[in-house]
């Protein structure tokens, strides 16, 4: 089992650009999650979905935007790339919601210069 | 309301124990513990909830104080292979425990040198 997939694992992106992040879970799980890392400051959440079509921001989703066409796929978009958007990505899936095991991709380090 | 982690790092010998701490100021439903290693994702270790149960099982375990709203994650025996970040995760009371209501620590830093 591949569980959850991340891609590209590093990029560089120039202010303004814009770029995708893709996920993609092999587990039929129906709940996704975007998360950013900054250093020493935990996990916050981006966006999420709790299923196919379906999908709803976290605690800071200003500068993407998220899709859920299918169970399997949940790409994050980032529009006119900025400085503050440098920072690891990481994709999540869990079963369920409540109390519930997340799973992790390894993680996208995006650096906008 | 991010959790209060501490110690903010540790670092131990092998073989020497470890209490990592996770505090809220609000009433909480559930703490879950991740590590983290180093260029690696998160893993998960345990979730409690509610009700001061305890789990764990060999020599990673952990404690919810529900009066304190706290958790205490315990290493015993540290290998070198405990080495990472550690964080907790919380939902507050009423959110029903969602994955996507899951508030985490900046995390522990723990260090076990041979």
């Known amino acids: 089992n591949a569980g959850v997939t991340q891609t590209p694992k590093f990029r560089i992106l120039k202010i303004g650009q814009s770029m995708t992040l893709q996920c993609t879970q092999d587990m039929n799980h129906n709940y996704m999650y975007w998360y950013r890392q900054d250093p020493g400051m935990g996990l916050k959440l981006i966006y999420y979905s709790v299923g196919a079509g379906i999908t709803d921001k976290g605690e800071v989703p200003n500068g993407y935007n998220v899709s859920r066409s299918t169970t399997e796929d949940f790409p994050l978009r980032l529009e006119l790339a900025a400085p503050s958007q440098t920072s690891v990505y990481f994709c999540a899936s869990s079963r369920t919601t409540n109390t519930g095991e997340l799973f992790f991709g390894e993680g996208s380090r995006l650096t906008v210069l | 309301q991010q959790p209060v982690q501490s110690p903010q790092a540790v670092i131990l010998r092998e073989g020497e124990d470890a209490v990592i701490n996770c505090s809220s100021s609000k009433a909480l439903y559930s703490v879950h513990w991740y590590r983290q290693k180093h260029g690696e994702a998160p893993v998960f270790l345990m979730i409690l909830l509610k009700g001061g149960e305890q789990k764990g099982h060999e020599k990673i375990s952990a404690s919810f104080n529900e009066k304190k709203q706290q958790s205490s994650l315990y290493l015993t025996a540290s290998q070198l292979s405990y080495s990472g970040t550690y964080f907790c995760?919380?939902?507050?009371?009423?959110?029903?425990?969602?994955?996507?209501?899951?508030?985490f620590g900046k995390g522990t830093l723990l260090t076990v040198n041979p």
């Open positions: 995760g919380t939902t507050l009371e009423g959110s029903g425990g969602s994955n996507y209501k899951l508030t």
